[in-house]
């Protein structure tokens, strides 16, 4: 097949990885310096209708949506009135991720396990209902903000300066909801509409300082599988995924696409923090390393609404994930550090997420810069030899955590003070 792959980030690097690996011809937009190496990288405007003109002129079979933002655009849309199976929601689907305040009422509609809360709409209104909380809660802006808008208040002032933030925006909307305490576990499902496959779960590791600290971020790394018990898989199936996709048939927008339920495994059982409505990045890069059968035969028989989720199968083992952050990320990343990457060993993967290549030399060009990868029998071999591959890679002043997998007991590296 000839894949488009839509987007140019980690995320997409293994998306494109994982067609490669298939056989397949695959093309990416805007694409990166390390995705070139694998696909032919085209290059023009990335509005949904030039898109969909690309995807037509360049006879793709399938074209595999990458970003949230392009889903919230409208690219699944536009290619459908083309002709062209796109692998992803619609835009209007895509709102259980791009609008949290409508994600919200649709769980409560649908009876899916999620924290209770409430949507405002005003700046007012949102800080006198902080007047009857106890704290921590969570604050929420109910737009797009990269994985970075959301707010763990641990008093009234901070809640307060996070709503004033999110107001900030025109036509803003925030979430306040009840915080949740229990491990987070990222559960992606491939969506035909009606029927699924669930990924292994995996765990990422959202703020940027170690032991869960410091501001969010989009994600600093991922273990995979993370050990979810038959019970909280049962509950997860019916409760979450499967309720999710009927209430969306139900409400006449059927779900295609990845579903990506971000958990918390509560003391009352999993509950959703939050729906997205694409591959987690860094999740992705953990995830799609595992996976034997074919993504692109997956996402045109799901874009099709055909998906055979006995089809959909993944190898044993572990793998994880390490996010080499520019310093200043997730405020002001610094750009423009020279990189130098080994050649990794069998097994092992360097995702780029934000790099470009200037005068010859390839840099930084954004906050997460690079998704260190590893497979491996078990997951502290994985994280081992993630670890070890993270201290061969030049790059002077890169932010990683050195705690990936502390919540399962995990070992960091050997040389915490490396590179
Ligand atoms: N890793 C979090 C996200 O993709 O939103």
Redo the contacts with the bound molecule.
């Keep these: 097949m000839r894949v488009l792959v839509i987007g140019g980030g980690g995320r997409e690097h293994a998306i494109v990885d994982a067609c490669v690996r298939h056989g397949h011809e695959v093309l990416c937009t805007p694409g990166n310096p390390g995705i070139a190496r694998l696909a032919r990288i085209l290059s023009g405007p990335q509005d949904p209708a030039a898109l969909a003109d690309l995807a037509v002129r360049e006879a793709a079979d399938v074209v595999v949506v990458g970003p949230e933002a392009y889903l919230a655009a409208g690219v699944v849309d536009a290619c459908a009135a083309r002709g062209v199976p796109a692998f992803g929601p619609t835009q209007a689907a895509s709102r259980l991720e791009g609008d949290k305040a409508w994600s919200k009422a649709f769980m409560v509609r649908h009876g899916v396990p999620t924290a209770a809360h409430h949507s405002f709409a005003a700046l007012e209104a949102a800080l006198a209902h902080l007047n009857g909380l106890s704290f921590p809660t969570v604050v929420k802006d109910a737009g797009l903000r990269a994985?970075k808008g959301v707010t763990i208040a641990y008093t009234r002032a901070e809640a307060e300066a996070a709503l004033r933030d999110i107001f900030t925006q025109p036509q803003a909307q925030a979430v306040v909801e009840d915080f949740m305490t229990g491990q987070e576990v990222?559960v992606l499902a491939l969506c035909d509409g009606e029927r699924y496959a669930l990924t292994p779960p995996s765990q990422?590791h959202?703020t940027i300082f170690e032991g869960d600290t410091g501001p969010m971020t989009?994600?600093m790394g991922v273990i995979c599988p993370f050990p979810l018990s038959a019970g909280q898989l049962d509950v997860i199936r019916r409760e979450i995924v499967e309720r999710t996709l009927a209430g969306m048939r139900a409400d006449g927008e059927p779900f295609r696409g990845v579903l990506?339920a971000g958990l918390m495994l509560t003391p009352a059982g999993p509950k959703v923090v939050e729906f997205?409505a694409r591959f987690?990045?860094?999740?992705a890069e953990a995830v799609l390393p595992l996976l034997e059968s074919d993504l692109a035969q997956h996402a045109l028989d799901a874009a099709r609404g055909q998906l055979d989720p006995a089809n959909v199968r993944f190898r044993g083992g572990a793998s994880a994930v390490v996010v080499l952050a520019a310093p200043g990320y997730p405020a002001e990343p610094r750009k423009g550090i020279p990189l130098e990457l080994p050649e990794p060993d069998q097994g092992d993967l360097i995702y780029h997420a934000g790099t470009a290549e200037q005068d010859g030399q390839l840099v930084s060009s954004g906050g997460r810069v690079l998704a260190v990868t590893a497979t491996a029998p078990t997951l502290p071999e994985a994280l081992a030899r993630s670890y070890a591959l993270v201290r061969r890679i030049g790059f002077p002043e890169a932010q990683y955590r050195r705690d990936i997998g502390f919540r399962l007991g995990l070992e960091g590296p050997e040389d915490p003070a490396q590179p």
């Design positions: 994985g990222s990422d959202k989009g994600g990506y997205n987690g990045d860094p999740e």
